[in-house]
């Protein structure tokens, strides 16, 4: 990223670049959108290695979002993020950049969270990234999706002196609590990507609020080509439409 360059710098440079090759050769009938990718994973006491297929087919919800056989995706951002999903209503959950702890202490910040710290050893492990037989990443560290904004909660004292959660939560933007995908990376539908999160998890358990399921959350921000992987007189800008540009 060039020096002074922004987040919004680099989305805005990255599209720009992305569209003008997918608008030239296809002669105007490919252009590049704004989107993301988000997949799910429960997780699981003892559970240390969670996969993410890239190109998931059996979803059953709106708020995941896999990749197609024959787009093009090219990240701008990259985020693994936890989630507490309600029994009764799922599609309310917030994306944690950090565990939310309510273990009983009073009082607690949160008012539903994992009941222990277990759930940090997440953030000792890696991620790698296979395309095909290949290896993009093969050990980026975890510790870079932990985003503590704010580490101490806010409080009011009521009438009797006690202290009382005000129920302020810490400012963030989803962009903020993911890493910027260096080098620019280009994902294509038409090849296996198999994401999988690593981490010591022997003898860990990862219990939650009463009522709630905890699932990690593999999220991308970045640029959408539908039919991106369509060759127009072999003149594809991804060519092969695999690996780093």
């Not at 008012?111 to 990443?137: H, Q, S």
Request: overall charge negative; hydrophobic content about 40%.
């Amino acid at each position: 990223m060039q020096q002074g360059l922004t987040l919004t710098d680099l989305r805005r440079e990255r599209y720009v670049k992305v569209n003008d090759e997918y608008k030239a050769y296809s002669g105007g009938k490919k252009y590049a959108e704004e989107s993301k990718i988000r997949i799910e994973v429960p997780i699981q006491a003892g559970v240390g290695q969670y996969t993410v297929d890239i190109k998931k087919q059996n979803i059953t919800n709106k708020r995941e979002i896999s990749l197609d056989r024959n787009d093009i995706f090219v990240p701008n951002f990259v985020g693994c993020f936890l989630a507490l999903q309600s029994t009764t209503k799922p599609s309310t959950e917030i994306l944690m950049p950090y565990p939310a702890i309510a273990d009983g202490t009073n009082p607690s910040v949160h008012e539903v969270g994992f009941e222990n710290k277990d759930i940090f050893a997440l953030y000792n492990g890696r991620l790698t990234w296979l395309v095909d037989n290949g290896v993009a990443f093969q050990a980026f560290p975890t510790e870079r999706f932990l985003k503590v904004p704010q580490t101490q909660g806010a409080f009011v004292l009521d009438s009797s002196d006690a202290a009382v959660n005000e129920v302020i939560q810490s400012e963030w933007s989803v962009l903020d609590a993911c890493d910027v995908m260096i080098p620019k990376f280009t994902i294509a539908g038409t090849r296996d990507h198999q994401v999988t999160i690593n981490f010591d998890a022997a003898g860990l358990t990862f219990p939650v609020t009463e009522g709630y399921t905890p699932v990690l959350v593999f999220y991308m921000d970045g640029l959408l080509v539908k039919g991106g992987c369509e060759f127009y007189d072999q003149k594809n800008p991804n060519g092969p439409a695999v690996g780093q540009w």
